[in-house]
């Protein structure tokens, strides 16, 4: 039995029959798709198994790609898997402390006042034992109360200036911001301790938990929390 032509469908004869494309063709119908130019073996050009000329041939681009369903499913899977291993880490290191979280700006401010107070107290104490130990040498053959008067007056002259560096500190200026990024998709939060955004949302604030995530405060709503790293820019 003969086949049939793969464009116009009737019957071909072994004797004007084209085998190309696993189909069949008669030499007239074995023509490109766009400019029905008549094609040969030589000069065609196949695409899902149609003919097509050199000029016609139809050429992908990067930009027809990014948009395809397999694409997309495959950045929702990306984007589920990040979730997935971040909730992981989270458990396994529910409870312990993070060092990311002792060396921000605020902590090292409150571990150099710790560090002052308790350098203060260590004068303080040397200052009394030196004190303690001088005042024996400089007693008057004749005590009498108003000979102890200057060794306190003195003593209280030591002890007045050491408080100033506690309250200096106290007033020292607020940590600095931190960096800035920029958002560049929407994300929308899905545990307690992750914060939402829109694109073009200011996140401030931030701190690099791991290669995947961040913490910070979204400059817009206020909302702190952890965010994906690859849905943010730096600015």
């Not at 402390?97 to 107070?117: A, G, H, L």
């Not at 009498?144 to 007033?171: D, K």
């Not at 709503?221 to 943010?232: D, F, I, R, S």
């Amino acid at each position: 039995m003969n086949p049939l032509c793969g464009r116009c469908n009737l019957v071909v004869y072994p004797t004007e029959k084209v085998n190309c494309l696993d189909k069949y063709w008669h030499k007239g119908c074995f023509s490109c798709e766009v400019c029905k130019m008549t094609l040969s073996m030589k000069n065609y050009k196949g695409f899902e198994k149609r003919p097509y000329c050199n000029a016609h041939y139809p050429r992908t681009g990067f930009t027809c790609v990014a948009d395809t369903p397999e694409n997309l499913r495959l950045k929702q899977q990306s984007k589920m898997q990040s979730q997935v291993r971040y909730k992981e880490d989270f458990e396994k290191n529910k409870g312990k402390c993070f060092s990311v979280v002792t060396d921000t700006p605020e902590m090292q401010r409150i571990k150099k006042t710790q560090d002052q107070i308790s350098n203060i107290k260590y004068h303080e104490e040397f200052e009394k034992r030196k004190m303690g130990g001088e005042v024996p040498q400089h007693q008057p053959s004749n005590p009498s109360p108003a000979a102890y008067q200057p060794p306190a007056a003195s003593q209280n002259f030591h002890y007045e200036p050491t408080p100033e560096p506690v309250r200096q500190a106290a007033a020292a200026p607020p940590p600095s911001a931190g960096k800035r990024y920029r958002a560049v998709y929407d994300y929308s939060a899905a545990d307690e301790d992750e914060v939402s955004f829109v694109d073009g949302d200011v996140i401030v604030d931030v701190q690099q938990i791991d290669e995947g995530w961040m913490y910070g405060r979204v400059e817009r709503t206020g909302q702190q929390g952890m965010l994906p790293a690859n849905y943010v820019e730096a600015i």
